[in-house]
């Protein structure tokens, strides 16, 4: 951790290439499925290696940031890596951080020390596969050093302006550099500026594009108690009557993503004949998909009814009920906020907020006001938290002072959350919704005592 902050962007791979190629290349042992996008990664890449899982292949998952502990992000047939191997790992790799260190004027950056260690630690196991999520953006994260055989595209939204651009089209340029020549991209509905960018790229380097809502996607979708029934449109069949513990239409989309990944990996990528602008049109456009990729429909229903996304709209606590959600900006705010809506019928809902300075926090408060009764203000632990009374101004803009309360601490604010909730005695239609950073959420988790790995 001394190694700095891990929002902290420097766009090379100089240093991260260097220290892999010490290693021996840990990231070419196995073949990977890397993530990418705004919203939703952290949920796709966790749905995939279930997936994979449940097909009797030993997976390594890579995922950030984490919620309690670092170890999270590095996950070995489901569980995350102990801290004795987490430790071992890291003793193994740090005399190659040095020599790296001594060769370029700024250190290696924690997400890059972090990424190294979980790609070493995926070789040694070994595995079969690695699922990995990019840490920001794409074509300059540190986890770019592998080539995805499957590119997995979420939803790209705003985010991260100061480092990745202040446009879609920036950000998505930034997020198509993961789609590696050969490869399946698998891309999730996406505003068109973005998916011409995505779309062009597949184009340029040789890939193949499975888009949702045409070669895959979402077929129907019902509430159901614990999250819902879904019938999904992969790229090789359909898959019906599929549970999905997971709550709102974004979660659908997600478990859509994840299916087309992994058929797509079962099943190879097109042929490639010919390198005119017509093959690689007919290459864009996902046509003649070969390949055993259909997976059995009894393995896809016991791997999604298993599935988890701890922070992402989870269930804590009832009598209230309390929700963590570790949504972050406004797409995502959007996303929680229709989930809310449709799956959960509450009559008084009470916020708990903290979130980062440096994030589009008016765009928040107004997905989030017409579905709080009031919000209780305050900051997490980081020094890119936002001050509760900054905060408190913002939100008094939107809600108006009467619905707005300041805590300065979590713990307090999320007892006055509870207290308001409580208000009208009638337990069963309220509840506490804790949102706007990960690091709220991941805190919150600790004060609420949720047990680890839920």
């Given at each position: 951790m001394a190694r700095g902050v891990e929002w902290t962007f420097d766009p090379t791979l100089d240093r991260i290439a260097d220290l892999v190629d010490l290693l021996g290349s840990p990231q070419r042992s196995y073949p990977v499925i890397h993530v990418t996008g705004t919203?939703?990664?952290?949920?796709?890449?966790?749905?995939?290696?279930?997936?994979?899982?449940?097909?009797?292949?030993?997976?390594?998952?890579f995922t950030s940031p984490h919620l309690t502990t670092m170890r999270e992000r590095i996950?070995?047939?489901?569980?995350?890596?102990?801290?004795?191997?987490?430790?071992?790992?890291?003793?193994?790799?740090?005399?190659?951080?040095?020599?790296v260190d001594g060769k370029h004027e700024q250190r290696l950056s924690y997400f890059e020390t972090l990424t190294a260690m979980a790609y070493a630690a995926f070789a040694d196991a070994p595995v079969d596969v690695a699922v990995v999520e990019v840490g920001m953006g794409g074509v300059w994260d540190a986890t770019n050093v592998a080539d995805g055989a499957v590119a997995v595209i979420t939803p790209i939204g705003l985010d991260h302006t100061v480092h990745l651009g202040p446009t879609i089209e920036d950000i998505a340029?930034?997020?198509?550099?993961?789609?590696?020549?050969?490869?399946?991209?698998?891309?999730?509905?996406?505003?068109?500026?973005?998916?011409?960018?995505?779309?062009?790229?597949?184009?340029?380097?040789?890939?193949?594009?499975?888009?949702?809502?045409?070669?895959?996607?979402?077929?129907?979708?019902?509430?159901?108690?614990?999250?819902?029934?879904?019938?999904l449109?992969?790229?090789?069949?359909?898959?019906?009557?599929?549970?999905?513990?997971?709550?709102?239409?974004?979660?659908?989309?997600?478990?859509?993503?994840?299916?087309?990944?992994?058929?797509?990996?079962?099943?190879?990528?097109?042929?490639?004949?010919?390198?005119?602008?017509?093959?690689?049109?007919?290459?864009?456009a996902g046509e003649d998909f070969e390949?055993?990729?259909?997976?059995?429909?009894?393995?896809?229903?016991?791997?999604?009814?298993?599935?988890?996304?701890?922070?992402?709209l989870e269930i804590v606590r009832t009598g209230p009920t309390v929700l963590l959600d570790a949504a972050h900006n406004p797409m995502g705010m959007a996303a929680t906020v229709a989930a809310v809506t449709e799956e959960f019928g509450f009559t008084r809902l009470v916020g708990v907020l903290a979130v980062s300075a440096d994030k589009d926090v008016p765009g928040m408060l107004d997905q989030l006001e017409p579905?709080?009764?009031?919000?209780?203000?305050?900051?997490?632990?980081?020094?890119?938290?936002?001050?509760?009374?900054?905060?408190?101004?913002?939100?008094?803009?939107?809600?108006?002072?009467?619905?707005?309360?300041?805590?300065?601490?979590?713990?307090?604010?999320?007892?006055?959350?509870?207290?308001?909730?409580?208000?009208?005695?009638?337990?069963?239609?309220?509840?506490?919704?804790?949102?706007?950073?990960?690091?709220?959420?991941?805190?919150?988790?600790?004060?609420?005592?949720?047990?680890?790995?839920?």
């Open positions: 919203n939703g990664k952290s949920s796709t890449a966790r749905l995939i290696e279930i997936l994979l899982r449940e097909r009797g292949l030993r997976t390594g998952l996950v070995i047939d489901g569980e995350p890596i102990s801290a004795e191997a987490f430790a071992a790992t890291y003793r193994d790799v740090l005399p190659y951080l040095e020599l340029t930034e997020k198509a550099g993961i789609i590696k020549p050969g490869a399946v991209a698998v891309l999730a509905q996406q505003p068109l500026p973005a998916a011409e960018i995505l779309l062009r790229r597949v184009v340029e380097v040789g890939a193949t594009a499975a888009r949702e809502g045409i070669e895959f996607g979402v077929l129907g979708r019902d509430v159901a108690v614990g999250g819902q029934m879904v019938r449109q992969g790229l090789h069949a359909v898959y019906e009557d599929l549970f999905l513990p997971l709550f709102g239409a974004h979660q659908a989309g997600n478990a859509a993503c994840a299916l087309a990944a992994v058929e797509a990996f079962a099943g190879g990528a097109p042929s490639r004949t010919g390198g005119d602008l017509a093959a690689a049109t007919r290459i864009a390949g055993a990729g259909e997976l059995d429909p009894a393995l896809v229903r016991s791997a999604f009814a298993k599935a988890s996304s701890p922070g992402r579905v709080l009764a009031e919000v209780v203000v305050t900051a997490n632990s980081t020094q890119r938290s936002m001050p509760p009374r900054e905060l408190a101004e913002l939100a008094a803009g939107v809600f108006g002072a009467e619905r707005v309360h300041v805590a300065d601490r979590l713990d307090d604010a999320i007892d006055r959350a509870l207290a308001l909730a409580e208000e009208t005695g009638e337990y069963q239609g309220a509840g506490v919704l804790i949102t706007g950073s990960v690091v709220t959420v991941g805190e919150a988790r600790t004060l609420l005592r949720v047990e680890e790995g839920r």
